[in-house]
């Protein structure tokens, strides 16, 4: 794995020694990026990739969401809710409005579902575009990241439905996939 998110992060323009790409001791079918170069690969998920090639698509992909820099943009989306709740609260508390808490529950509901889960989708298509660019400047097959939502589609085909998720529904990522490789 080393070898690979050298190549990758070498792609990147970045600098090897200076990121950490760890693999975990785990059955958990997922991986993630946190900012300073942290990459994090489970070893189900590992399990999972077939190829070299696959493994890059995940290491891209993790790649690419430091580089769009999409820690600091939940963040900021993160704060950007939790004032305007707060600002909506005060109103409602001074106004003495009736059913204000549910009004409250109401706006953080669509808060959530409305605008933070499709905006996080939107950010996991961004980091498979920029993956999947790495992917080709490095050497790799970028069908291999189709391949790998292929099989984890198959790995876990009970998923909730997408508007409840964090993470585009597999057979949509999948014509995502295929779109950003043909264009």
């Known amino acids: 794995m080393q ?3 050298t190549r990758l992060i070498e792609t990147a323009g970045g600098t090897p020694s200076d990121w950490d790409v760890v693999a975990f001791d785990s059955d958990q079918v997922n991986a993630f990026a946190l900012p300073g170069g942290r ?3 489970f ?10 090639d696959q493994l890059a698509a995940i290491i891209g992909h993790e790649i690419g969401h430091l580089q769009a820099d999409h820690a600091r943009e939940r963040m900021g989306n993160a704060r950007a809710q939790n004032a305007l709740q707060r600002v909506v609260a005060f109103f409602l508390r001074q106004s003495d409005i009736e059913f204000d808490e549910e009004i409250m529950a109401a706006l953080g509901l669509g808060l959530r579902y409305g605008l933070a889960l499709p905006y996080g ?11 999947l660019t790495l992917m080709r400047d490095a050497g790799f097959q970028p069908q291999a990241a189709v391949q790998l939502w292929e099989r984890m589609q198959a790995a876990q085909p009970n998923r909730p439905p997408e508007f409840l998720a964090t993470h585009p529904a597999p057979q949509a990522r999948i014509r995502e996939l295929r779109e950003m490789i043909e264009a």
């Open 43 to 52: 070893r189900g998920l590992y399990d999972l990739a077939q190829s070299p």
């Open 3 to 5: 070898g690979l998110s």
């Open 121 to 131: 989708r939107q950010q996991e298509l961004e980091a498979d575009r920029l993956g």
């Open 39 to 41: 990459i994090g690969v």
